[in-house]
T-cell receptor, first 116, second 110 residues
Framework: NAGVMQNPRHLVRRRGQEARLRCSPMKGHSHVYWYRQLPEEGLKFMVYLQKENIIDESGMPKERFSAEFPKEGPSILRIQQVVRGDSAAYFC??????????????FGEGSRLTVL | TQLLEQSPQFLSIQEGENLTVYCNSSSVFSSLQWYRQEPGEGPVLLVTVVTGGEVKKLKRLTFQFGDARKDSSLHITAAQPGDTGLYLCADASNDYKLSFGAGTTVTVRA
């Protein structure tokens, strides 16, 4: 039973390029979350998505960042015109719907973005 | 969003020793979680505590939730090299919007 799958595991971009990070949730999970972990800091919530819907994007920077979870295929976190401060580990998590809440979050192994 | 403080930031001990790490907040948690994150991996949930004064055991790990629900501790008995990792506490009061502390990096030397 595969866990949350993220790719690429490592991504290097130059300033001004675009970064696309992909996440496939665990089988049977319909809720996806993206978190960012900056060096020496805790993980910070970015966005919560269900299929074709953004439920909560309160943690997303207003510019350059976008996320989607299409009807078919993985969730994508897209960062346009990357800057050095975007260098971080980006974690995707998924959960089932329990009927009384989103349930336990299962995290992927992360995608580590380095901006040169 | 409340701030969580974890201490110490780093801890290095010999195999077989005991250790305790702490998680504190100025506000009340309705639900607190502990995670372990190994290098290059994502965090893995260890336990959820919701009741003040609650104590939960997971093999050699003992989790305690303060009576006032503002603090928590994780105690590891007879630590092993496999316990090495980053221990994170998270305020889970807001369902999916977890608020994490910066973590305690634990190294257990063989």
């Amino acid at each position: 039973n595969a866990g949350v799958m993220q790719n690429p595991r490592h991504l290097v971009r130059r300033r001004g390029q675009e970064a696309r990070l992909r996440c496939s949730p665990m089988k049977g999970h319909s809720h996806v979350y993206w978190y960012r972990q900056l060096p020496e800091e805790g993980l910070k919530f970015m966005v919560y998505l269900q299929k074709e819907n953004i439920i909560d994007e309160s943690g997303m920077p207003k510019e350059r960042f976008s996320a989607e979870f299409p009807k078919e295929g993985p969730s994508i976190l897209r960062i346009q015109q990357v800057v050095r401060g975007d260098s971080a580990a980006y974690f995707c998590a998924s959960s089932p719907w329990t009927g009384s809440g989103t349930g336990e979050l299962f995290f992927g192994e992360g995608s580590r973005l380095t901006v040169l | 969003t409340q701030l969580l403080e974890q201490s110490p930031q780093f801890l290095s001990i010999q195999e077989g020793e005991n250790l305790t790490v702490y998680c504190n907040s100025s506000s009340v948690f309705s639900s607190l979680q502990w995670y372990r994150q190994e290098p290059g991996e994502g965090p893995v949930l260890l336990v959820t505590v919701v009741t003040g004064g609650e104590v939960k055991k997971l093999k050699r790990l003992t989790f305690q939730f303060g009576d006032a629900r503002k603090d928590s501790s994780l105690h590891i008995t007879a630590a092993q090299p496999g316990d090495t990792g980053l221990y994170l506490c998270a305020d889970a009061s807001n369902d999916y919007k977890l608020s994490f502390g910066a973590g305690t990096t634990v190294t257990v030397r063989a």
